[in-house]
């Protein structure tokens, strides 16, 4: 079983709708999650980070946690073609103390 | 957010020449710094992991003399891809964790460099 699961899409969502990105966990130790956003051809740019239960919001971002159930999501409202990239899911565990990052969710908002 | 640059952007070299890459920490001091590498439509692979003054260390099936990683201070390591070969063209990116940035471990990416071997 991966360390950090994700669905590896393509999703797909019109402009201006709600795109929602899931992610689970297997170390309950995990004390830190984080959302990074990939351009194709571009480095890692970090969006979102999150460590307690329940959810932050940034602009059009919200990001959720629920750490009984192991799962992280990110929800972008009023998505923009500019959001299509692939959305990475990142834990990082205190015993290995280090990132684990999901294969990513490839995301694409169609105008 | 904090901010890492990566030296150079992209390189060109001939199969057994070597090629090293910078990663610099701007505005904070990187006490941990990342290699990763990614191929096109893969995800990211940690390579190994270097803490400031020590030795790096890498991630199973990473040839160490081949990927030699020096972090000699808290704002520089380098990466050098000794006799590289075509299939060590790849996308390689580094990440800093460090004093500074957040005490929730949050890690920052370089911009990348894109290697081909010729």
């Known amino acids: 079983q991966k360390e950090v699961e994700q669905n590896s899409g393509p999703l797909s969502v019109p402009e201006g709708a709600i795109a929602s990105l899931n992610c689970t966990y297997s170390d309950r130790g995990s004390q830190s999650f984080f959302w990074y956003r990939q351009y194709s051809g571009k480095s890692p740019e970090l969006i979102m980070s999150i460590y307690s239960n329940g959810d932050k919001e940034d602009g059009r971002f919200t990001a959720q946690l629920n750490k009984a159930s192991q799962y992280v999501s990110l929800l972008i409202r009023d998505s923009q073609p500019s959001d299509s990239a692939t959305y990475l899911c990142?834990?990082?565990?205190?015993?290995?103390?280090?990132?684990?990052f999901g294969s990513g969710t490839q995301l694409t908002v169609l105008p | 957010g904090a901010v890492v640059s990566q030296h150079p952007s992209w390189v060109i070299c001939k199969s057994g020449t070597s090629v090293k890459i910078e990663c610099r920490s701007l505005?904070?001091?990187?006490?941990?710094m990342f290699w990763y590498r990614q191929f096109p439509k893969q995800s990211l692979m940690l390579m190994a992991t270097?803490?400031?003054?020590?030795?790096?260390?890498?991630e199973q099936g990473v040839e160490k003399d081949k990927f030699l990683i020096n972090h000699a201070s808290l704002t520089l390591s380098t990466l050098t891809v000794t006799s590289a070969h075509p299939e060590d063209s790849s996308f390689y990116i580094c990440s800093a964790r460090g004093l500074g940035t957040s005490t929730y471990n949050e890690q920052f990416f370089g911009p990348g460099t894109r290697l081909t071997v010729l």
């Open positions: 505005d904070f001091q990187a006490t941990t």
């Open positions: 270097s803490n400031e003054g020590s030795k790096a260390t890498y």
């Open positions: 990142a834990v990082f565990s205190g015993s290995a103390r280090q990132l684990t």
